[in-house]
């Protein structure tokens, strides 16, 4: 199982980007999807996730309103497009996979982790 984050860069506070999860190995539609992140020095830490089919959501309170995750099973593709963003969402970001049926926000919940892409917002 391959999990691969990309999208990552430097941006200026306020700007966007869009960040992609290639999975292979794994039928993405048997597997509910979410995205974390770990700024230094800090534990990792829910953002999103995304029921198999896509009929429902779930964020963390910080990135509400900005941040919206949705999937492509066809591409075997989840994506996190990130708007308005802030100094404070700098950090790593990781795609990760689970085979449970309900929306968690629990690292130790998620099988599969893809290696990280960073994310650094400039003020």
């Known amino acids: 199982v391959q999990l691969q984050a990309s999208g990552g860069g430097l941006v200026q506070a306020g700007g966007s980007l869009r960040l992609s999860c290639a999975v292979s190995?794994?039928?993405?539609?048997?597997?509910?999807m979410g995205w974390f992140r770990q700024a230094p020095g800090k534990e990792r830490a829910f953002v999103a996730a995304i029921t198999r089919s896509g009929d429902y959501t779930g964020y963390a309170d910080s990135v509400k309103g900005r941040f919206t995750i949705s999937r492509d099973n066809a591409k075997n593709t989840v994506y996190l497009q990130m708007n308005s963003l802030k100094p404070e969402d700098t950090a790593v970001y990781y795609c990760a996979a689970t085979s449970r049926p309900y929306l968690s926000r629990w690292v130790r919940e998620y099988d599969d982790w893809g290696q990280g892409t960073q994310v650094t917002v400039s003020s």
């Open positions: 190995g794994r039928t993405l539609s048997n597997s509910l």
